[in-house]
């Protein structure tokens, strides 16, 4: 089964992500409806053509003529949503997110949904360091990865189409995970990062070290520009995992910091090599 | 004393940052001429009117016609060369250079120097994951950092001179810092980015970690690609600040440690809102 011009897609959550999926959809030609809390979101959205149609409610017409629906909303709240709306949902809609973390959420998604419901998870590994539909654009997704994330429970059909709804979006390329291997891949490739800026901007308050950065702090701590609510809360979900990370990504740190302090170059030298040799295959294909 | 056309630059060292100096000079109507080791340098240089004229020897003439010399060298190589040529110098010459520590070299080479030869520091906080001549680029230099840095040895005029190298060759913002105030900024926003980043890359060897990634990890371990001769020498020539740095920096690593450790959410997101609210000065002004 492949996305195609017919199918409906609705969006839940009109912010940063969910504006980017609707624009490259729309774009691609694809009916593109709406729901969003927020009355200011959807006017932008309406106003700019990123969506067809939209409702600040949950509107049971919208969901019945749904054949997609992508949830980009905080964890906790997409769990809430399908408490609360999942009976709505009529039978042979597929479900999808944008979420970045999965294994407690993928499973317990799925065990809430009534027979003929599909949920396939997928995580777009895109996004800017501003947040709302209106600094959403869907140009995030060219040269980016896409990554799908089935469990046992899902169909071959639904994971076809949500890999085929990734490269409708544009994403360079679309792989598959189950979510216990998405969730040590993203503790390692995205939240350590983000904690290795955070911790980083925390540990310098000198006055103007603005007018002697390089490029390569600015290029660091881009992320260090967070949001505190969906960070912690995506920390929090994948805790064991993203210590495992940090332990194993000091350990390396703590090797570096005693060859300094020996003056052991010869190791420093071969940890640079080491860090060098697997750095370029990370060079984007744009 | 401000650099004026008729001031003749001579560079020695024609690899990335002498090309790129050299490129930005020309284009301002300087006469540039240039001593490095390498014969295809410095034809590549003739070929592509990077430079006027070119010698892999030390060259006597070059250096009494040369006002402004710009040494683009390794920090022992630097001290090498004026060891054995710093007596060839005309009186009335102003050395500058390019290196990213400067407590130990400055005053040495300032040391070495005959009277009437004098030497003032600078950092230009800009360069690229390339080497040699052939990748010189001086829009490099767009938006960046120049840091003078001179010591009580310095005459007001050398030092003007050296802030208007630094316009002259486009940087964005010119600044003036003492050898030790150069080397703890430059440890801590600098050399410490490119610790985090080789650790970081030697911490995981899973394969396909390339197709699962996001920008976050790609802009974070750019500069994992690092030029082991160089930068060794470079963290061993700051070792006490550096490993200041470091030290600061993992403590507040720990502590979002724990953070996650006993799911302490507030003090967490307290971090990640000072994080946010010190990047915002770091954007750049282009």
């Avoid at 947040?131 to 059909?157: C, H, L, M, Q, W």
């Amino acid at each position: 089964m492949i996305l195609q011009k017919t199918h409906k897609i609705l969006i839940v959550g009109l912010g940063l992500l969910g504006g980017s999926y609707a624009r490259a959809l729309k774009k691609q030609g694809f009916s593109v409806s709406a729901i969003t809390l927020d009355r200011k979101s959807i006017d932008f959205a309406l106003e700019n053509g990123i969506i067809d149609k939209g409702s600040t409610q949950v509107d049971r017409q919208m969901l019945q003529e749904a054949d997609v629906i992508v949830f980009a909303l905080y964890p906790h709240v997409f769990v809430d949503w399908i408490r609360q709306n999942g009976h709505l949902l009529k039978e042979g809609t597929i479900l999808t997110d944008v979420t970045g973390v999965k294994s407690g959420l993928v499973q317990k998604i799925q065990s809430m949904l009534k027979p003929g419901v599909e949920f396939i998870a997928a995580h777009p590994m895109a996004g800017r360091e501003l947040s709302g539909v209106e600094n959403s654009d869907d140009s995030i997704f060219r040269g980016a990865n896409y990554i799908v994330v089935p469990t046992e429970k899902n169909t071959f059909g639904a994971i076809e189409l949500c890999q085929s709804l990734g490269k409708t979006l544009g994403f360079a390329d679309v792989s598959v995970l189950p979510p216990k291997q998405h969730d040590e891949m993203i503790a390692f490739l995205s939240q350590l990062t983000h904690c290795i800026a955070v911790s980083l901007m925390c540990a310098n308050d000198a006055a103007n070290l603005e007018r002697y950065t390089g490029d390569s702090f600015r290029d660091l701590t881009r992320i260090a520009n967070i949001n505190d609510e969906m960070w912690s809360e995506l920390f929090l979900a994948n805790r064991e995992t993203l210590l495992g990370v940090m332990d194993s990504y000091r350990s390396n740190f703590d090797r570096l910091y005693r060859c300094i302090q020996n003056q052991d170059r010869e190791e420093m030298r071969s940890m640079m090599r080491l860090s060098t040799e697997r750095r370029k295959r990370f060079d984007k294909k744009v």
